[in-house]
């Protein structure tokens, strides 16, 4: 009877784990469950996903196979007994560097075939000099942007001068913070031009938030005490989002950003039309 019934719960597992596999694939496609289509110059990024997915993938499948098969074969059976296996520091190495090895194998693929070492060398190497700037600040649970005006330069702040008129503490005595264009926490839209490189300037007056734009393939955290910086060039016209990526308290869920792709000419327009903080804070 007790073999009947564990031979009975290896089929099961061995039903379960296929089943499984076929019904969470099928529930991914059928939702359309897959990255938001590109719309910056970040291909790298998919290239590697797909890439790293595919093989992780792939060894989920056998593992989980192999797995419920053993489970289903190896079942309790009439006169065999459990035996104690003790561990051997030999095959302890051997399943750590099989493992790591493969870790390995795939960083250096990512990095040196699918161009993830250059994507990070650009990201974090030189800034474009012509580039579009964006000032983003997270605090809980919202986001503040400042663009730099004509001058193309942010001015001063100062975490001394921070008030509820003064969200982001402008240092308005400073004659490159005149033109600055400010949005409290909550009240902006972030307004990108279309083929053109945006360089986010990104920092926190809490705790650390992480501003992700899904759609661009760009996340970095914003960290308090230092400006934190990544850059892009955004490639398809439209309306986008910004989440938070960084579970930064109760309120994380809210912290969502409009973000807006339109032709340079038509976000310089738009730009003018808004009040320079010269105008609001005194
Ligand atoms: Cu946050």
Same mark, same amino acid.
């Given at each position: 009877?007790?073999?009947?019934?564990?031979?009975?719960?290896?089929?099961? !597992?061995?039903?379960? !784990?296929?089943? =499984?596999?076929?019904?969470?694939?099928?529930?991914?496609?059928?939702? =359309?469950?897959?990255?938001?289509?590109?719309?910056?110059?970040?291909?790298?990024?998919?290239?590697?996903?797909?890439?790293?997915?595919?093989?992780?993938?792939?060894?989920?499948?056998?593992?989980?196979?192999?797995?419920?098969?053993?489970?289903?074969?190896?079942?309790?059976?009439?006169?065999?007994?459990?035996?104690?296996?003790?561990?051997?520091?030999?095959?302890?190495?051997?399943?750590?560097?099989?493992?790591?090895?493969?870790?390995?194998?795939?960083?250096?693929?990512?990095?040196?075939?699918?161009?993830?070492?250059?994507?990070?060398?650009?990201?974090?190497?030189?800034?474009?000099?012509?580039?579009?700037?964006?000032?983003?600040?997270?605090?809980?649970?919202?986001?503040?942007?400042?663009?730099?005006?004509?001058?193309?330069?942010?001015?001063?702040?100062?975490?001394?001068?921070?008030?509820?008129?003064?969200?982001?503490?402008?240092?308005?005595?400073?004659?490159?913070?005149?033109?600055?264009?400010?949005?409290?926490?909550?009240? =902006?839209?972030?307004?990108?031009?279309?083929?053109?490189?945006?360089?986010?300037?990104?920092?926190?007056?809490?705790?650390?938030?992480?501003?992700?734009? /899904?759609?661009?393939?760009?996340?970095?955290?914003?960290?308090?005490?230092?400006?934190?910086?990544?850059?892009?060039?955004?490639?398809?016209?439209?309306?986008?989002?910004?989440?938070?990526?960084?579970?930064?308290?109760?309120?994380?869920?809210?912290?969502?950003?409009?973000?807006?792709?339109?032709?340079?000419?038509?976000?310089?327009?738009?730009?003018?039309?808004?009040? /320079?903080?010269?105008?609001?804070?005194?």
């Amino acid at each position: 009877m007790e073999e009947k019934q564990s031979k009975f719960h290896g089929l099961l !597992f061995l039903f379960f !784990f296929v089943f =499984g596999m076929i019904a969470s694939v099928w529930i991914v496609l059928r939702n =359309g469950w897959w990255l938001p289509e590109l719309a910056s110059d970040r291909e790298t990024i998919d290239r590697i996903f797909i890439t790293i997915f595919i093989i992780a993938g792939i060894l989920f499948v056998i593992s989980e196979l192999v797995l419920s098969y053993f489970i289903f074969r190896y079942s309790g059976q009439p006169g065999k007994k459990a035996f104690y296996l003790p561990g051997t520091t030999r095959k302890e190495i051997l399943w750590s560097i099989l493992p790591g090895t493969l870790v390995v194998i795939i960083l250096e693929i990512s990095a040196e075939f699918l161009g993830g070492a250059s994507l990070w060398g650009k990201i974090h190497g030189e800034i474009p000099k012509d580039a579009f700037l964006v000032e983003i600040t997270g605090e809980q649970f919202a986001w503040s942007l400042r663009y730099p005006g004509p001058d193309g330069k942010f001015g001063r702040t100062d975490p001394s001068l921070i008030s509820y008129d003064n969200p982001l503490g402008i240092d308005i005595s400073d004659e490159a913070a005149k033109d600055d264009i400010v949005f409290p926490a909550g009240q =902006g839209i972030m307004y990108l031009p279309l083929d053109h490189p945006v360089v986010l300037l990104i920092r926190s007056k809490d705790v650390i938030h992480s501003p992700f734009l /899904p759609n661009f393939r760009v996340k970095q955290d914003a960290v308090p005490g230092m400006t934190t910086r990544t850059w892009f060039v955004p490639k398809k016209e439209g309306e986008f989002e910004l989440a938070c990526a960084e579970l930064c308290g109760l309120g994380h869920y809210r912290m969502k950003l409009p973000v807006v792709v339109k032709p340079m000419e038509e976000v310089k327009q738009w730009l003018s039309e808004q009040t /320079p903080a010269g105008d609001i804070y005194y």
